[in-house]
Nanobody
Framework: QVQLVESGGGLVQAGGSLRLSCAAS????????MGWFRQAPGKERDFVAAISWRGGSTDYADSVKGRFTVSRDNAKNTVYLQMNSLKPEDTAVYYCAARYGYTLEKNPRLYNYWGQGTQVTVSS
């Protein structure tokens, strides 16, 4: 069965870094673009970053550009989100998602599979 399992979340002070991982199984990972989204309490799920199926193209939300980097290793069926210079407003549950095809999309409704999420808390 399809699984996306996020890891690497936790509590960090403002200015710190975290690296999230998302391990995929049950589908042909290299045929899917991957996205990262986040959801804070009482808010909608927002786009954070996306990477194309071969890793040649990326896209970021304006709020994280220059601080976050998305990457993938198709040999390991894993996508990563390196988060630097974290701010309290980055606090949220972070989800990875898979979308069949190569295009990058910011709309969460266009993604086929989702992980269970990992909590990131940034203290001030």
């Amino acid at each position: 069965q399809v699984q996306l399992v996020e890891s690497g979340g936790g509590l960090v002070q403002a200015g710190g870094s975290l690296r999230l991982s998302c391990a995929a199984s049950g589908f042909t990972f290299s045929n899917y673009a991957m996205g990262w989204f986040r959801q804070a309490p009482g808010k909608e799920r927002d786009f954070v970053a996306a990477i194309s199926w071969r890793g040649g193209s990326t896209d970021y939300a304006d709020s994280v550009k220059g601080r976050f980097t998305v990457s993938r290793d198709n040999a390991k069926n894993t996508v990563y989100l390196q988060m630097n210079s974290l701010k309290p407003e980055d606090t949220a549950v972070y989800y990875c998602a898979a979308r069949y095809g190569y295009t990058l999309e910011k709309n969460p409704r266009l993604y086929n599979y989702w992980g269970q999420g990992t909590q990131v808390t940034v203290s001030s």
